[in-house]
């Protein structure tokens, strides 16, 4: 009796884990990490800025007007890739704030210096301790903050790409309406 439980163990198994994986990939967006804080208030900023900007507040984010807030990094290839991105946003008049994670003073105020400052105001967490407040894992991540300062949407990656075409310029519009 029990040759006969063993001998049909593996294949519900497989049948399990087939299952699985199908209903996964039947997900809207498998790549998507989804966000705890989405219709919740934005988490406490760190209170730290880099010399000579404006420091980003949790009042920033709650003026009444829509704020990008995109954590980024010197160092990060994909930050840097996006960072036209962010800088059209800025000259678009779109309030994008930024939150610099892990990285050095001098690197991230010389990259600033050099590649342009789309930033209206800055947080700087060089621990990237204060990173895990908004659940971010690595830059960049980006969020769309309501004027009230509730989070209410989350791009993990580059603002780059059809991905970004599709999930967070139609994201950013619906919440600029």
Not at 112 to 127: I, M, Q
Request: charged fraction near 20%; hydrophobic fraction near 45%.
């Amino acid at each position: 009796m029990a040759n006969r439980w063993m001998m049909a163990l593996p294949p519900v198994i497989f049948a399990g884990l087939a299952a699985m994986f199908w209903l996964g990939m039947q997900r809207t967006n498998p790549g998507e990490l989804p966000s705890v804080f989405i219709g919740k208030a934005a988490p406490a900023l760190p209170a730290t800025t880099l010399p000579g900007m404006a420091q980003l507040t949790d009042a920033d984010l709650r003026k009444g007007e829509v704020t990008v807030v995109n954590f980024w990094a010197s160092w990060c290839p994909p930050c840097r890739a996006e960072h036209p991105v962010l800088k059209q946003m800025a000259a678009d008049g779109i309030r994008v704030a930024g939150v610099n994670i892990m990285d050095k003073e001098a690197d991230a105020t010389g990259y600033l210096a050099e590649e342009g400052n789309p930033f209206f105001a800055l947080a700087t967490d060089p621990n990237g301790r204060d990173r895990v407040e908004w659940g971010v894992t690595a830059p960049p991540e980006t969020f769309i903050v309501d004027g009230d300062g509730t989070v209410l949407f989350r791009f993990t990656g580059p603002l780059v790409g059809t991905d970004y075409e599709t999930r967070f310029v139609p994201a950013l519009e619906a919440a600029l309406k």
